[in-house]
């Protein structure tokens, strides 16, 4: 006989089973025992009367794996749980065998609203993960994943993976470093986004690319700002226009909607389709800021306020908190140096650059940012006269030499876009914190305390490697 799964068991009333799973709730009820038995899919009751049965049931625990096999059985009318898809039947059990027995818990499974703290969550995090609500986020993390895959391919798009061990890519944010073994002294760069990458597969002829892309930033965290990496929907299109690129994720996003309300019961709605435009100017003028809450009922969480904001300035004021690579001068880019400064406005660079305004688009859901992109700059000289603004020495501009070299072979005009998926996720669960929607993140001050990480090496690597450690 084959293992029945839980959400399996209505259909099968009258019907022999076999389950496997967790014990999650465990009682004892006069001669009785009753206990749930939980798996992927949900949880069932079972019901121990008598015999061997009997026995191993007074035996269990919670969060121990065992296997139950047993008759499915309808409950009585008043007994049905109306809460629950499996909350009209019970298993009569026959035969329970205890497969692995669990300690008990430093923080219940069963009962979610007696939360533990941050730190025991990570240290335990596979046990927080059994939590309903845990299990919820990451399912749906997965669908919003596997849905823009499949949207995404059917829109002629290819996914393909960038390299991890990289160089410095300018988002703005400080690098993490890899040392190298082969080449002592010398260091990789984990990628803070595949932006150089993808803007060469343009080059490269391949016209529509995406990635559900890891990216890596070393900054301070906020609640809906990883401490390290996160994952992006990075995207590029060649031969576009920024409509284009407008058009193209405005669609994701409403197809996404509608198939998570039809797929998952879900209450999504839209306070403004087709997605509001406002330029940066109004933006700020109107919410004193460009990242701006539309909803009509902050408190509704199936109300989704997306907005594009258009029309930002190319360049802001470099201050000195600005961890930028190009800092020197006192222009920095408002998005990033590869984007295109608006037709009209190129003359402007030579005269009045602070006035020059980009072809940047960032889209709002509920007063974050979720997404960000550009059309990008594809003449040379336009890009070496942005690198001049931001005050790059000749050596920095000697970093960047690969994509001007590549431009001179033949770049189609492109742009992209890249929706950030942890902050996408979170709103649409209804959390407040990155954490909740991201398997294994690292806390609030950039730890794992389940790994011990980050942690230190033996040191026979770093001699490998020709590092010293100078403790500061
Ligand atoms: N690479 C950019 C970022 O990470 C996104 C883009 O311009 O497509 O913000």
Same mark, same amino acid.
């Given at each position: 006989?084959?293992?029945?799964?839980?959400?399996?068991?209505?259909?099968?009333?009258?019907?022999?089973?076999?389950?496997?799973?967790?014990?999650?709730?465990?009682?004892?009820?006069?001669?009785?025992?009753?206990?749930? /038995?939980?798996?992927?899919?949900?949880?069932?009751? *079972?019901?121990?009367?008598?015999?061997?049965?009997?026995?191993?049931?007074?035996?269990?625990?919670?969060?121990?794996?065992?296997?139950?096999?047993?008759?499915?059985?309808?409950?009585?009318?008043?007994?049905?749980?109306?809460?629950?898809?499996?909350?009209?039947?019970?298993?009569?059990?026959? $035969?329970?065998?205890?497969?692995?027995?669990?300690?008990?818990?430093?923080f219940?499974?069963?009962?979610e609203n007696l939360q533990a703290n941050e730190e025991l969550r990570m240290q335990y995090r596979?046990?927080d993960l059994?939590h309903e609500r845990m299990r919820k986020n990451i399912m749906l993390r997965?669908?919003v994943i596997?849905?823009?895959?499949?949207? /995404?391919?059917? #829109?002629?798009?290819?996914? $393909?993976?960038?390299?991890?061990?990289?160089?410095?890519?300018?988002e703005g944010a400080r690098?993490y470093?890899?040392?190298?073994?082969?080449?002592?002294?010398?260091?990789?760069? /984990?990628?803070q986004s595949?932006?150089?990458?993808?803007?060469?597969? !343009?080059?490269? @002829?391949?016209?529509? %690319?995406?990635?559900?892309?890891p990216c890596f930033r070393d900054e301070d965290a906020r609640a809906d700002r990883s401490p390290g990496e996160f994952y992006q929907l990075?995207?590029? !299109?060649?031969?576009?226009?920024?409509?284009?690129?407008?058009?193209?994720?405005? &669609?994701?996003?409403?197809?996404?909607?509608?198939?998570?309300?039809?797929?998952?019961?879900?209450?999504y709605?839209?306070?403004?389709?087709? +997605?509001?435009?406002?330029? #940066?100017?109004?933006a *700020?003028?109107?919410y004193g800021k460009d990242k701006f809450d539309m909803r009509?009922d902050k408190n509704d969480p199936t109300e989704l306020a997306f907005a594009?904001v258009?029309?930002?300035?190319? +360049?802001?004021?470099?201050?000195?908190e600005?961890y930028?690579? @190009?800092?020197?001068?006192?222009?920095?880019?408002?998005?990033? !140096?590869?984007?295109?400064?608006?037709?009209?406005?190129?003359?402007?660079?030579?005269?009045?650059?602070?006035?020059?305004?980009? %072809?940047?688009?960032d889209l709002v859901l509920n007063g974050f940012e979720v997404g960000g992109?550009?059309?990008?700059?594809?003449?040379?000289?336009?890009?070496?006269?942005?690198?001049?603004?931001?005050?790059?020495?000749?050596?920095?501009?000697?970093?960047?030499?690969?994509? /001007?070299?590549?431009?001179?072979? &033949?770049?189609?005009? #492109?742009?992209?876009?890249a929706p950030g998926i942890d902050r996408l996720v979170m709103l649409l669960a209804g959390e407040k914190n990155l954490r909740e929607v991201v398997a294994f993140p690292l806390t609030g001050d950039g730890r794992d305390p389940m790994?011990?990480s980050p942690?230190?090496?033996?040191?026979?690597?770093?001699?490998?490697? &020709?590092?010293?450690?100078?403790?500061?």
């Open positions: 006989m084959t293992r029945t799964l839980t959400k399996e068991t209505p259909q099968k009333v009258g019907e022999k089973v076999i389950l496997m799973g967790w014990v999650h709730k465990h009682r004892r009820l006069g001669k009785l025992v009753f206990f749930d /038995l939980r798996d992927r899919w949900g949880v069932v009751q *079972v019901v121990v009367r008598e015999g061997d049965a009997l026995d191993a049931a007074k035996k269990i625990r919670p969060e121990f794996v065992i296997r139950v096999e047993g008759l499915v059985k309808a409950r009585g009318e008043k007994n049905v749980n109306k809460d629950s898809p499996m909350g009209a039947i019970e298993i009569e059990a026959q $035969v329970i065998t205890i497969i692995t027995e669990a300690q008990t818990p430093p219940e499974i069963e009962n596979y046990l059994r997965h669908r596997h849905f823009i895959r499949n949207y /995404l391919t059917d #829109h002629e798009f290819v996914e $393909v993976q960038t390299p991890i061990l990289t160089k410095s890519t300018p690098d470093l890899v040392p190298s073994r082969l080449h002592n002294g010398k260091f990789f760069a /984990l990628p595949p932006q150089q990458y993808k803007q060469l597969l !343009m080059v490269a @002829g391949f016209e529509r %690319y995406f990635q559900i892309a990075d995207l590029e !299109m060649s031969f576009i226009t920024q409509e284009d690129i407008l058009q193209l994720a405005e &669609g994701l996003f409403i197809a996404l909607i509608e198939h998570l309300n039809e797929k998952l019961g879900k209450k709605h839209f306070t403004q389709k087709p +997605f509001p435009r406002l330029s #940066h100017a109004d *700020v003028k109107q009509k594009w258009l029309d930002f300035p190319l +360049f802001t004021k470099q201050t000195e600005d930028f690579h @190009g800092a020197g001068k006192t222009l920095a880019p408002s998005h990033h !140096m590869f984007t295109a400064p608006k037709e009209e406005d190129v003359p402007l660079l030579d005269t009045d650059p602070g006035k020059v305004r980009a %072809y940047q688009h992109g550009s059309v990008r700059i594809h003449d040379p000289k336009i890009q070496e006269k942005i690198f001049d603004l931001i005050g790059f020495t000749e050596k920095q501009k000697k970093n960047f030499h690969h994509m /001007l070299e590549a431009f001179t072979y &033949g770049v189609p005009p #492109h742009g992209g876009i790994m011990g942690s230190e090496v033996e040191k026979e690597q770093l001699d490998e490697l &020709g590092i010293q450690i100078i403790k500061t």
